[in-house]
């Protein structure tokens, strides 16, 4: 069958764009024929429609004004744009889905980020019965405080049509026993438990020859400690308290100076953390900046030769000499699977 993993935005390092690829690798191993259809153009995306998700130039007025504060028009306005703009997402997706047999969205039918696009799949499943749609649900809109600050009713009653929506074509797979049973009381539908997973038998993404060239890189001596934060910059990961942490570990760092760590080599007293991950938010990126620089921590950010394509995300592993993780709120959380792939818990 020919299938389409659907989502915002993919190719990226969050836990959405990297479940995607693992469901392409084992769809694919299936004998399916798998794309990645987003709306950000990105290696590891292969069909790209832009009016989708967050490069769609509405996904900002429609967001603000649904979810922060109405001004820019009046609910009735508002809600006119807003299906006005389904009509177009429509559109594009019609033309680019139709040649699928099973299309699989992901978080569009459930975290309600962008309802045009939520609306046009619906209206597209409606239309095409013979179609299987699988709405892969890795967050609710109902457990982020953004989406249930709508600034009208009418805001919420879409969020309850259509994230997620019910159909005869649409089955719900969710990542864990809470979002199923928080589905079904809500919606009183049935999910499937499909949880994020790694593939252990795989050969470990670090080695030491990558360490010290790191390293080197970011002249980070190896007989400093680096602790690792492998997340997105946003706030709910809570990286104020890894940042917290090392002031804690800094203190008591000066009576281990010159004694043996773990891997053999003579710590220098030196303790930094580490992003690895995309900045979602600038202001809460300065705000962690500040707060480290009133402890004395160095941190260093790795992210931007991600972007440049000199080392890969799961590179910045072999410098960790442990993960942070001090997220409080993940539906399921790659990190810890990861920080276990590695041994670096």
Known sequence: MKVALVHYRAGLMDGVSLEMEKWRKVLKRMGHEVDIVAGN?????????????????????????AFEKLEDFDINGLLNIIFEESDKVYNDIFHV??????????????LGAFLPSAIALFRFAKEHPEKIFIGHHHDFWWERKYFLNYTDEKIKELLEMYCPPLGDNIKHVVINSLARNALYLKKNVESTIVPNVMDFNEPLFTNEDVNLKIRDAYNISENSIVLLQ???ITERKAIELAIELVNQMSKLSKKYVGKKLYNGKIFNGEIILAFSGMCESENYKYKLLDLAFKYGIRTVDLYPNVENKVWTFWDLYSIADAITYPSILEGWGNQLLEAIMVKNL
């Open 230 to 232: 492998a997340t997105r």
């Open 97 to 110: 889905l139709k040649k699928y047999d099973v299309i699989i969205p992901n978080n569009i039918w459930s």
């Open 41 to 65: 153009n990105k290696e590891g995306v292969d069909v790209v429609v832009p009016s989708i998700g967050f490069e769609n130039p509405k996904y900002r007025l429609i967001n603000k004004n």
